[in-house]
């Protein structure tokens, strides 16, 4: 069965540091998605990405933030200069349509 | 814009016995629903989904939930359960067409005590 897989599953990093964050969404799908959770709370949508641009982003999502596809295989997440605030576990989803997100198994970030 | 309120944070309950996980929406615009589930150190799968039809949608490992438009309520629910469905649960939104976010509820940790 096709899957949705992330690397690497967890990453420890230096405030003030630059991560990328890796997702290879299922083959055929065409939108593609980053979530974060905080630990104990809710699943936060970040971004949507559609032939090959932002669709969405939310109010979390800033200039710290960017996605790109650099293949047709990968989907990252890049966070420029990490804070600590943004240790999270983050989870790469992706879709054929809209009526049902495949998510990954999450990278746990931890931002010392 | 929507929102989804997960009642209980957690649900205990001892095995075999049923459970009902409750879930509220709020949005202006018509929603698809769904329920994923999240097993410890893993990603989310999903349990079910309701996009249109039947209000009453059956879902994997026995899950059911029904949908009611008037109450706004999403409630997930289950006649018997095991040890083996001791995870963290989420309801879901999203209004559908496009690449379309996921607004996502709190969660509820059920734990199964034999």
């Known amino acids: 069965e096709p899957e949705v897989t992330q690397t690497p599953s967890h990453q420890v990093t230096q405030m003030g540091q630059e991560v990328i964050l890796r997702c290879v969404p299922i083959s055929n799908h065409l939108y593609f998605y980053w979530y974060r959770q905080i630990l104990g709370q809710k699943v936060e949508f970040l971004v949507s990405?559609?032939?090959?641009?932002?669709?969405?982003k939310s109010e979390i999502f800033d200039d710290q933030f960017s996605v790109e596809r650099p293949d047709g295989s990968n989907f990252t997440l890049k966070i420029r200069s990490t804070k600590l605030e943004d240790s999270a576990m983050y989870f790469c989803?992706?879709?054929?349509?809209?009526?049902?997100?495949?998510f990954g198994p999450g990278t746990r970030l931890t931002v010392l | 814009a929507q929102s989804v309120t997960q009642l209980d944070s957690q649900v205990p309950v001892f095995e075999e016995a049923p459970v009902e996980l409750r879930c509220n929406y709020s949005?202006?615009?018509?929603?698809?629903l769904f329920w994923y589930v999240q097993y410890p150190n893993q990603g989310l799968q999903l349990l079910l989904k309701y996009l249109s039809g039947s209000t009453l949608v059956k879902g994997i490992n026995g899950f059911e939930a029904e949908f009611n438009k008037s109450q706004t309520s999403f409630h997930l629910r289950k006649p018997s359960v095991h040890i083996s469905d001791t995870a963290e649960y989420f309801c879901?939104?999203?209004?559908?067409?496009?690449?379309?976010?996921?607004?996502f509820g709190q969660g509820t940790r059920l734990t199964i005590n034999p």
């Open positions: 990405f559609y032939n090959n641009e932002i669709s969405e």
């Open positions: 989803a992706s879709s054929e349509g809209w009526n049902e997100q495949f």
């Open positions: 879901a939104v999203t209004t559908g067409q496009g690449a379309q976010k996921l607004v």
């Open positions: 949005s202006s615009v018509s929603v698809y």
